[in-house]
């Protein structure tokens, strides 16, 4: 069973930077998009950033310009590099792959923007 674990969350001031990671298990990895989520509160999740296996990557209008998604194949893992930090970014972001249907989702790791 595939899992993905997100990491590198943390409290952090408007205008600030995070690195999120997110190490999935198995090979399966190298060959399906992949996407990174998240949920505010009292909100749906949401698509913020996905990336293809051959690297093309997408961005929601929100996140455009301020976050990046990268994936390293050899380590299994996708990060999600995001600068210039706003208090809407406040969520809770997940992994997963892009399309379903999906992995089990799991605990995600939580951005809390605060002045």
Do not use: H
Not at 5 to 13: D, N, P
Not at 70 to 99: F, G, H, I, W
């Amino acid at each position: 069973q595939v899992q993905a674990v997100e990491s590198g969350g943390g409290l952090v001031q408007p205008g600030g930077s995070l690195r999120l990671s997110c190490e999935v298990s198995g090979s399966i990895f190298r060959v399906v998009a992949m996407g990174w989520y998240r949920q505010a509160p009292g909100k749906q999740r949401e698509l913020v950033a996905d990336i293809t296996n051959g690297g093309t990557t997408n961005y929601a209008d929100s996140v455009k310009g301020r976050f990046t998604i990268s994936r390293d194949t050899a380590k299994n893992t996708m990060y999600l590099q995001m600068n210039s930090l706003k208090p809407e970014d406040t969520a809770v972001y997940y992994c997963n792959k892009k399309r379903p249907p999906y992995w089990g989702w799991g605990q995600g790791t939580l951005v809390t923007l605060s002045s």
